[in-house]
């Protein structure tokens, strides 16, 4: 069965503390992976898309890595207004795109 | 360029009312995805359209439907409204590629009372 499972579910760090997010995954055909950031009360806002394994991506404090059986958004130096849930998602075959149940962190000044 | 429109954005109504929720996607995107978010079950897809056609399906019941229109504009649809329906309702849009990131709307925040 298809599955997306993020750790942990909660994250609190202190301003500056870097520290990662895991997205582990089973699906058949792998289409993409992708990350988002949802603020409370508003719909996800697009991250980053991976492919194959051995991909990265870098966007200012936050940077996503894919493996065959995982991905991390790392975050470094990260500031209060880098506190969201952080949701990963997967395209599998068949049209169908599976997310995980987030992980919510929290950035303390 | 205009983002994901969704309208509206509040909506209250009773049980056993049906709902029509609309999306906009971004200009020139096809495909149209529909989510329901709830605090236990975080974000479960509905269902997806391309070209007005509706490419897959999640584990919901018929109460749920929808259609998508020849300008990619999409409609969900809620009949015999009940109390765990009460939840935010997202809409996405992508290019036609099956592997390209879909963009959200702010989504409508739907009560059942």
């Known amino acids: 069965e298809d599955q997306v499972t993020q750790s942990p579910e909660a994250l609190r760090l202190q301003e500056g503390e870097s520290s990662s997010l895991n997205c582990s995954y089973t699906v058949s055909g792998l289409r993409g992976l992708f990350w988002y950031r949802q603020d409370p009360g508003k719909g996800p806002e697009f991250l980053f898309t991976l492919y194959s394994a051995g991909e990265e991506k870098e966007k200012e404090r936050l940077k996503a890595t894919l493996t065959k059986k995982e991905s991390f958004l790392h975050i470094t130096a990260p500031k209060p207004e880098d506190s969201a849930t952080y949701l990963c998602a997967v395209r599998a075959g068949g049209f169908k795109t599976i997310f995980g149940a987030g992980t919510r962190l929290f950035v303390k000044a | 360029k205009a983002g994901v429109t969704q309208t509206p954005r509040y909506l209250i109504k009773t049980r056993g009312q049906q709902v029509t929720l609309s999306c ?40 749920f439907s929808g259609r998508q229109f020849s300008n990619s504009r999409s409609e969900m649809n809620v009949s015999t409204l009940e109390l765990g329906d009460s939840a935010l309702y997202l809409c996405a849009s992508s290019s036609a590629g ?16």
């Open chain 2, 98 to 113: 099956e592997g390209t990131e879909a963009f959200f709307g702010q989504g409508t925040r739907l009560t059942v009372v």
């Open chain 2, 24 to 63: 906009s996607p971004i200009s020139g995107h096809r495909s149209v995805s529909w989510y329901q978010q709830t605090p236990g079950q975080g974000l479960q897809f509905l269902f997806e359209y391309f070209s007005e056609t509706q490419r897959n399906k999640g584990n919901f019941p018929g109460r």
